[in-house]
């Protein structure tokens, strides 16, 4: 037997004691009474008489309640056992003031409610390991960085490294420091053979991947290199969704076929043997991926690349890899040197376009408990000064100083845990809240840019719960000592009252100065997204409603569109309610970018001028179904004349850059090879076309049925359909359903969204932001006006005599109250001043989240110092207001 | 009860050790037996109030060295009796060992210089 197994077994015994108080007491209570009967007896063999005998076994015996303890201490742990008294108390002592209890608890709900759902957050999207692949953290990607000169948008440029399936496989052969290489791409199909023409989201992978994220299909079986191989590639994998919605979840779907029309370039349908379903927690690489095909078979179509993707081998660190990877990329892809290449984590990589706001915003919620704590511990001194005599009377009893911090301790650890509870209810709000704020439409057209990585990840767990549990604990302990040393052991009260007005003073100038940062950080952020949202788009989104309708492609050939699209529009503009409707191959916020070289000069081959412009193809109604003003010379014609064969109009930018400050009105341009000449017949507003935050670029507009393509696809990602409506753009969809279903009866509308919904889902981060950085500025300057109001009230309450006195003396209401005014004013006033300082060397960090404001902007500072300035009068005023009313007489006669 | 001078403290940790010894010579003893043959082996000597006594019963049978069980005394009353068990017999044997190496070092330390 282990020598020490007795402490094992004394602990269990301890234990057992303390989780069964009841059961222990009774056997003790038993025990001394048998103890208290063999004395009595003993007693009585002496000689006793029976009633005497009782009292000297008594005697003999001790004080039974001190015996009492000791046994209790003996058989379980003291300080447990103190606690348990410790802890009811607790409550019957916050139950006589309820006031108070409130206050506290929600005071720490707010902060650690707001603590758990940035947890939350911050947990799920940076911290957990991805979800779709094992040891995630082992995933890496290769990133590089272009200068200027080489990168296609002219500007220093960031990006994945693309390679090919045969510069994968290749690179496979060459590095031992991965061992997985592979690469992954977004594709988009048509969905033929069903009742309904409908478009899916899928992805294309090298059937690597599956090994590399050690991802198990849940039927079937996953890619082998034999789908890479020619003549392999006919085979696609399914989602979990995909495979219920398609097949309702049946187990025998391995072996079908689907029919998937690629909507991307050539348009071709084709039969795909279905061979596995994935389950339904691989999102890869997105949460909205329907389907995976080979990333592409050997010898099919012009060279698509992806990004690479990679697991490091089992003891190979990052920049080993890094070191072993980047010279046989560049020599695979040739490119220069001063393309820099860096390998950086996946998960990183994922979330790196939202981790500096999540750090900001997580700072900011625990700025926003360190005030709440503050408060809470504001309360509790008051409270304390309230209960001097209790704790007075206590230590009189013989309550130790520890004993009575324990005590203390006790009290602010009840009401932290109350708090982390109704914390926890309003951090289930909290991630509902920011789930809704986070979501956009999930719409590859849009890009990634727009949606919030691993959305699918967010939610309250155990790892949250764990935490909440140790920020309230964290948090009580923190209020809970402050009192309690703020508290001298005891002597003359003079320093007693010195001293605690000292620490009041000292955290309202703390919960200031952190108020101030946040309100810095707050304004900055909604500011930003005021400004961002303020922009001219250049068009009109209210009361638009955007489309696009899903053909059976085996009908529509490429040029049947045309002709489809105009039938629509045709249709679409006898359906009461529609001013306007209109088709055009993108729409703003449609990532999908067609560059054309646009110039005075036929293509001269002047590398010099590269000339570009963004092409936007369109149908003659487009500018007024989208509201952008024609500022010049006019649009297309109704009637299409054919003096409108090769007509253009352009936007403003372009007509500064082509011609200055001359008329473009009637001139000639050549648009990409084209020799022959187009006419401008118009200017345009500029339009943000990608975006709130990208200046508009030079763009020309041509009559889209007119457009002979140099080559491509008239529509690559399909045609897009915008009807103004005179009323709520929702109200036309079953019109328009009717009038798609009337021309064709297997075509289906999909991506149905108002345009003022694609405007807005493109401003959720920002919105987002602002929303979360104003919500705790809010709540940061509240709790500290609150608590500047506590001390104010609290020095009036104690110091009622004195100011009796003085006034008893002469001195004026006013003089005492100015007197007490300023004084907050000052302290407010310091701490103003250090949150100004704190936030202007902070602010920094913000400079990627604004837009159209410095992070030192001085309109923000010098607006929250006036704001604060004019809270802290208010919050100070109104307590200090009740001097007025301190009657000199009342107070001498207490005297 | 004898006052005075020759009343002895018991050195910390040693009274385990003599509950231990007791039970094992005198077979199972109630609280108050126990407690009555030690002051009667000490001759009166020993200060051994119940107070010491409980938390110290407590103790041991929360280490798994002696075993309480409620049984009925000769005079009808209901009693919790103390047996050593054999983890308790291994225990003693150690501690009185350990206890007779100490006494012996005190004895050369305390009586060498005199």
């Known amino acids: 037997m282990d020598p020490d197994m007795w402490r094992v077994r004394r602990f269990l015994h301890r234990l057992r004691a303390f989780l069964r108080p009841g059961a222990s007491e009774r056997e003790l209570a038993r025990e001394l009474t048998a103890q208290l009967g063999l004395l009595e007896d003993e007693y009585r063999r002496r000689g006793l008489r029976p009633d005497e005998a009782r009292l000297a076994a008594r005697r003999s015996l001790g004080g039974v309640d001190q015996l009492k303890e000791l046994h209790r201490d003996a058989r379980s742990i003291p300080w447990l056992e103190d606690a348990r008294r410790d802890v009811p108390h607790a409550f019957r002592s916050l139950g006589r003031n309820p006031g108070f209890a409130f206050a506290a608890v929600a005071t720490l709900a707010i902060g650690i409610g707001a603590n758990t759902t940035m947890f939350s957050v911050v947990n799920s999207v940076l911290l957990k390991p991805l979800s779709y692949a094992r040891d995630s953290d082992r995933l890496v990607r290769l990133m590089m960085d272009m200068p200027a000169e080489d990168s296609p948008t002219r500007a220093p440029l960031r990006t994945a490294v693309g390679l090919s399936a045969g510069e994968i496989a290749e690179l496979q052969r060459r590095t031992r420091a991965l061992s997985h290489v592979g690469t992954v791409g977004p594709v988009l199909m048509g969905l033929g053979g069903h009742e309904e023409a409908a478009r899916l989201q899928g992805a294309r992978v090298s059937a690597s991947v599956f090994p590399m994220l050690g991802a198990r299909p849940l039927l079937g079986r996953v890619f082998d290199s034999a789908d890479e191989r020619t003549g392999g590639g006919h085979v696609v994998l399914l989602s979990h969704s995909a495979w219920q919605r398609l097949f309702a979840g049946d187990h025998a779907v391995v072996g079908r076929t689907i029919r998937l029309e690629s909507v991307l370039g050539p348009r071709r349908q084709s039969h795909y043997t279905v061979v596995g379903v994935m389950p339904g927690e691989f999102r890869f690489p997105t949460g909205t991926t329907q389907f995976w095909l080979p990333f592409q078979p050997a010898g099919t179509g012009p060279v698509i690349r992806g990004p690479m993707l990679g697991r490091l081998a089992d003891g190979v660190s990052i920049e080993a890899a890094a070191a072993e990877v980047a010279p046989a990329v560049r020599q695979l892809r040739g490119h220069p040197a001063r393309i820099r290449y860096e390998l950086v984590r996946e998960q990183a990589e994922l979330v790196a376009p939202v981790r500096p706001a999540l750090l900001v915003l997580w700072a900011a919620v625990g700025v926003v408990l360190l005030i709440a704590c503050v408060n809470v511990a504001n309360l509790l001194l008051a409270r304390s000064a309230a209960r001097q005599r209790e704790f007075a009377i206590r230590a009189a009893l013989g309550a130790g100083r520890m004993r009575l911090i324990r005590q203390a301790l006790a009290e602010s650890l009840v009401l932290a845990l109350l708090g982390g509870t109704a914390g926890v209810l309003l951090a289930v709000a909290g991630v509902r809240l920011l789930r809704t704020l986070a979501t956009t439409l999930e719409r590859m057209d849009l890009g990634s840019a727009v949606s919030f990585p691993r959305l699918y990840d967010l939610g309250l767990d155990g790892v949250a719960l764990v935490f909440t549990l140790g920020v309230s604990v964290a948090a009580g302990v923190m209020f809970g000592l402050a009192p309690a040393f703020g508290r001298p052991a005891g002597g003359a009260s003079a320093s007693l009252r010195a001293s605690r007005l000292g620490t009041g003073r000292l955290l309202v100038i703390a919960e200031v100065a952190m108020a101030t940062v946040l309100l810095v950080v707050g304004t900055l952020l909604v500011r930003s997204f005021v400004k961002l949202s303020g922009v001219g788009l250049g068009y009109d989104p209210q009361q638009v409603l955007t489309f696009q309708v899903a053909v059976p492609v085996e009908r529509y050939p490429d040029e049947r569109l045309k002709a489809f699209a105009e039938a629509v529009v045709a249709g679409l503009r006898a359906v009461p309610g529609v001013q306007a409707a209109a088709y055009a191959n993108q729409l703003p916020m449609v990532v999908l970018k067609d560059t054309f070289r646009v110039g005075r000069m036929p293509d001269s081959r002047a590398a010099a001028n590269p000339g570009g412009a963004d092409a936007r193809f369109v149908s003659r109604d487009y500018f007024r179904a989208m509201g952008i003003r024609v500022r010049a010379g006019r649009g297309f014609d109704e009637a299409g004349e054919p003096r409108d064969a090769?007509?253009?109009?352009?936007?403003?930018?372009?007509?500064?850059?082509?011609?200055?400050?001359?008329?473009?009105?009637?001139?000639?341009?050549?648009?990409?090879?084209?020799?022959?000449?187009?006419?401008?017949?118009?200017?345009?507003?500029?339009?943000?076309?990608?975006?709130?935050?990208?200046?508009?670029?030079?763009?020309?507009?041509?009559?889209?049925?007119?457009?002979?393509?140099?080559?491509?696809?008239?529509?690559?990602?399909?045609?897009?359909?915008?009807?103004?409506?005179?009323?709520?753009?929702?109200?036309?969809?079953?019109?328009?359903?009717?009038?798609?279903?009337?021309?064709?009866?297997?075509?289906?509308?999909?991506?149905?969204?108002?345009?003022?919904?694609?405007?807005?889902?493109?401003?959720?981060?920002?919105?987002?932001?602002?929303?979360?950085?104003?919500?705790?500025?809010?709540?940061?300057?509240?709790?500290?006006?609150?608590?500047?109001?506590?001390?104010?009230?609290?020095?009036?309450?104690?110091r009622t005599r004195e100011i009796g006195i003085r006034m008893a003396l002469g001195a004026h209401g006013t003089q005492v109250m100015r007197a007490i005014l300023g004084r907050s004013l000052a302290t407010s006033l310091v701490g103003l001043v250090l949150g100004l300082a704190g936030a202007a060397a902070g602010a920094r960090v913000l400079e990627s989240m604004l837009f159209g404001l410095r992070p030192l902007d001085p309109a923000t500072y010098v607006g929250v110092s006036l704001a604060f300035a004019a809270v802290a009068t208010v919050a100070s005023y109104l307590p200090a207001r009740r001097v007025m009313k301190v009657d000199p007489v009342a107070v001498l006669r207490c005297e | 009860m004898p006052r005075g001078p020759d009343r002895v403290e018991l050195l910390q940790g040693t009274l385990d050790l003599i509950v231990l010894r007791a039970l094992a010579t005198m077979g199972p003893q109630h609280a108050y037996g126990l407690a009555a043959r030690l002051e009667q082996t000490g001759d009166h000597r020993l200060t051994l109030n119940q107070g010491t006594l409980y938390p110290a019963l407590v103790r041991l049978e929360q280490k798994g060295w002696i075993r309480g069980t409620w049984r009925t005394t000769e005079h009808n009353r209901e009693a919790k009796y103390y047996t050593i068990t054999k983890p308790g017999l291994r225990a003693l044997e150690k501690q009185t060992e350990r206890w007779r190496r100490l006494v012996g070092l005190l004895d050369r330390l305390l009586l060498d210089g005199s």
């Not at chain 1, 969809?733 to 297997?746: A, N």
């Open chain 1, 646 to 798: 090769r007509a253009l109009l352009i936007n403003q930018a372009l007509a500064r850059r082509e011609f200055g400050r001359e008329s473009p009105l009637g001139a000639t341009v050549f648009v990409g090879r084209d020799p022959h000449p187009w006419r401008v017949i118009g200017v345009v507003d500029d339009v943000r076309q990608f975006g709130f935050d990208r200046e508009p670029e030079p763009q020309f507009f041509a009559e889209l049925r007119r457009w002979a393509p140099e080559a491509g696809p008239l529509f690559p990602l399909g045609a897009y359909y915008a009807v103004r409506t005179t009323s709520d753009p929702w109200g036309v969809v079953p019109h328009i359903r009717q009038v798609v279903r009337g021309l064709d009866d297997r075509a289906a509308l999909f991506n149905v969204a108002p345009m003022q919904q694609l405007v807005s889902t493109t401003l959720s981060r920002p919105r987002m932001y602002a929303v979360l950085a104003g919500v705790f500025a809010g709540v940061a300057v509240l709790l500290a006006a609150i608590g500047l109001y506590g001390v104010i009230a609290y020095t009036v309450a104690r």
